[in-house]
């Protein structure tokens, strides 16, 4: 019994040391980019020796493909939060944009969006990553605006090409908020959110005023 815990507490110990060098990763990451951090630099900000790191990770890029799989999934968490509860009006589809384009929980992660499209132009792994999520990303959106839209909350000419503007939406918000100085205020989420979907709304509305006086 006391082995079994002595194991058990050495996996504990193990998965501890393995997030707190990922953030350590994700910290430097955001802030210095991917080529000036070594991995001496990761595993001390991490709070541990080099040899702790290459026990979890063989490379630099490895732990570079643990942060992309952990961003990529909290953004489909985010999407499939609002994304999935059947809900058809174009508050909802708002909602679930601005879930999608905040990072108020994790501010550091759009620094280290920059080191992610940056390594897709070298990396086929990043590259293969990233527009795998795009992908599945764009459907859940589009599929979103194709509710509202079938109800008359939103008019949508393609739901595909207006996921497609989200999506740009979210990258060149990321942009600006990894980027921005601190003398410019930057658009919160909310507020770019609604100013994606609100034309959307307002021609709806006159679509539907236009149908009910013609």
Excluded: C
């Excluded at 000036?36 to 900000?45: E, G, H, L, N």
């Excluded at 999934?73 to 999935?84: F, K, V």
């Excluded at 969006?113 to 795998?132: G, H, N």
């Amino acid at each position: 019994m006391a082995r079994a815990r002595a194991t058990l507490d050495r996996g504990e110990r193990g998965t501890i040391t393995r997030k707190k060098l990922v953030n350590g990763a994700l910290e430097l990451f955001s802030t210095d980019g991917y080529d000036d951090a070594t991995i001496d630099d990761i595993a001390q900000v991490g709070g541990y020796s080099k040899g702790a790191y290459y026990f979890h990770f063989s490379t630099k890029e490895d732990v570079l493909m643990e942060l992309l799989r952990l961003w990529t999934e909290d953004r489909t968490t985010a999407l499939a939060a609002h994304g999935d509860d059947g809900r058809t009006t174009a508050a909802s589809a708002q909602e679930l944009v601005e879930a999608f384009l905040s990072y108020a929980q994790e501010p550091r992660w759009p620094g280290v969006l920059l080191v992610f499209w940056t390594q897709a132009m070298r990396s086929p792994d990043v590259s293969k990553r990233l527009v795998q999520a795009y992908a599945g990303w764009r459907k859940t959106i589009a599929s979103a605006f194709e509710r509202a839209s079938a109800t008359g909350g939103l008019r949508i000419e393609s739901a595909d090409e207006a996921a497609n503007v989200v999506l740009a939406a979210h990258d060149g918000y990321a942009v600006q908020v990894a980027i921005g100085a601190p003398q410019i205020k930057t658009m919160s989420a909310a507020d770019l959110a609604a100013s994606l979907v609100t034309p959307l709304r307002a021609a709806a509305s006159t679509a539907q005023r236009r149908s009910a006086t013609g």
